[in-house]
């Protein structure tokens, strides 16, 4: 069983930056494609970014392109996501998931394993 737990949310202004980390636990992690989503009040959970199990290939919502970047350290059991000029419509709680099916997923049906979130917040 695969155990995802981030970390790194907080309170910042707008334009400010965050860096969220997941550690992850339990089976093979480098095995795993893996995500971050964001669900803010009252709106559906959404796909923010997505990186495959070598961390070659990557993808970014639309909203997030060209501020944030995934990574990830497969010998550390890590991923993280650095997020610039981070703006107020970016304010949820973020989670990391973890895939079993190959290349960069952005469906949240598609993963299998959740952290419990963290909450990031932006305020103008």
């Known amino acids: 069983q695969l155990q995802l737990v981030e970390s790194g949310g907080g309170l910042v202004q707008a334009g400010e930056s965050l860096r969220l980390s997941c550690a992850a636990s339990?089976?093979?992690?480098?095995?795993?494609?893996m995500g971050w989503f964001r669900q803010a009040p009252g709106k559906k959970r959404e796909f923010v970014a997505a990186?495959?199990?070598?961390?070659?290939?990557?993808n970014y919502a639309d909203a997030v392109k060209g501020r944030f970047t995934v990574s990830r350290d497969r010998p550390k059991n890590t991923m993280d996501l650095q997020m610039n000029s981070l703006k107020p419509e970016d304010t949820a709680v973020y989670y990391c998931?973890?895939?079993?099916?190959?290349?960069?997923?952005?469906?949240?049906?598609?993963?299998?394993?959740w952290g419990q979130g963290t909450q990031v917040t932006v305020s103008s």
């Open positions: 990186i495959n199990w070598s961390g070659a290939m990557t």
């Open positions: 339990g089976y093979t992690f480098g095995s795993y494609g």
């Open positions: 998931a973890a895939s079993t099916i190959l290349g960069v997923r952005d469906k949240d049906h598609e993963y299998a394993y």
